[in-house]
């Protein structure tokens, strides 16, 4: 795909990851409100949320979800936005994710197993009580 994508529009999209990854809210909802898709996906399957969740920005992740973001897709490697922010301990990030209605179970790793296998019991809890 991005073979027929020309260099000024490869930029623009790397940029618009970059801001996701900086928690640069603002600019990243005026776009998206401009028309950037809000689930746009790197190579690697990332979205626009998954990037903000696991760089822990939870005001990024609640602007992309109140603007439709799909909480339930997966990069290529299975895991989730929610998955992303566990990992992190991005409380906030995870509790925007949940009143989203994301599921602690999808994933692979799910959220559960990511609490699980890196021993944090403060997310398990967040995850169990939603």
């Keep these: 795909m991005t073979e027929n ?6 930029a623009f999209a790397h940029r618009m990851f970059d801001l996701a990854r900086a928690g640069a809210t603002d600019e990243l ?5 401009a028309g950037l898709p809000v689930n746009l996906t790197n190579d690697k399957g990332d ?6 969740a696991y760089h ?6 609640a602007a992309l979800l109140s603007r439709g973001a799909d909480h339930t897709r997966a990069n290529d ?14 409380t906030e990030a995870v509790r925007a ?8 179970e999808h994933g692979n790793p799910s959220a559960v197993e990511t ?4 021993d ?6 967040l995850l169990r009580v939603g």
Excluded: Y
Aim: hydrophobic residues 55%.
């Design 29 to 33: 909802a005026a776009q998206i409100d």
């Design 56 to 61: 822990s920005h939870p005001d990024t992740v």
């Design 97 to 104: 994710l949940l009143a989203a209605g994301a599921d602690p």
């Design 5 to 10: 994508l020309d260099a000024e529009t490869l």
């Design 120 to 125: 944090l019991p403060e997310m398990t809890e």
């Design 77 to 90: 490697r299975g895991q989730t936005a929610l998955a992303a922010a566990v990992f992190r301990s991005s």
């Design 115 to 118: 609490a699980n296998f890196f």
């Design 47 to 52: 979205t626009l949320l998954i990037l903000a």
